[in-house]
């Protein structure tokens, strides 16, 4: 008996703030939620585990950043935006991490950005390399394990950027 008033009243509290600005979902592991109100134009997919996926574009500027292959995420390219568009890289309330992201396709990411990592890291003075640069992303994936993980996305387009500079900040 309680746990059926429990449930009717979870689902009516559920049923009351459907009409707010969240997407909540319920993770099938653990039966927790968790709510995903944010300014991000993306549209949540569904959740697995400690990932959720997310449908839609977004394009934005900031640095590119990828480290030599032999340090820690090393030979992995990350974009960080920059404070005009980083709003658009979805958090829940409760997520205070830095937006940014690691690209899904590795290769196909280094390609559109013109990034040869063997040729670049042959050159054992380079640490790291950073470029500024205005990007489509799409199919966002949230980590939200509270561990070393890192956001993903796909590069779509490439609208503007600049050559990458071997001096990282």
Do not use: H
Not at 83 to 112: G, H, M, N, V
Not at 131 to 137: K, P, R, Y
Request: glycine share 6%; proline share 2%; with cysteine.
């Amino acid at each position: 008996m309680k746990k059926t008033v429990i449930a009717i009243a979870l689902f009516a509290i559920g049923s009351l703030t459907s009409g707010c600005n969240s997407n909540i979902i319920e993770d099938s592991e653990d039966n927790t939620t968790t709510d995903f109100t944010n300014t991000s134009p993306l549209t949540v997919m569904n959740q697995e585990g400690t990932k959720v996926y997310y449908e839609g574009s977004i394009t934005v500027s900031g640095k590119y950043q990828e480290y030599t292959p032999d340090s820690f995420m090393g030979g992995t390219l990350c974009f960080y935006p920059d404070d005009t568009t980083k709003y658009l890289i979805p958090r829940s309330d409760e997520d205070r991490r830095k937006a940014w992201f690691c690209f899904e396709d590795q290769e196909s990411a280094k390609e559109l950005l013109g990034i040869n990592d063997a040729e670049i890291f042959d050159d054992t003075t380079i640490e790291c390399i950073e470029g500024l640069a205005t990007i489509v992303v799409s199919d966002y994936t949230v980590d939200l394990l509270e561990a070393a993980v890192f956001d993903t996305a796909n590069l779509g387009n490439i609208v503007s950027k600049e050559f990458y500079s071997t001096t990282c900040k």
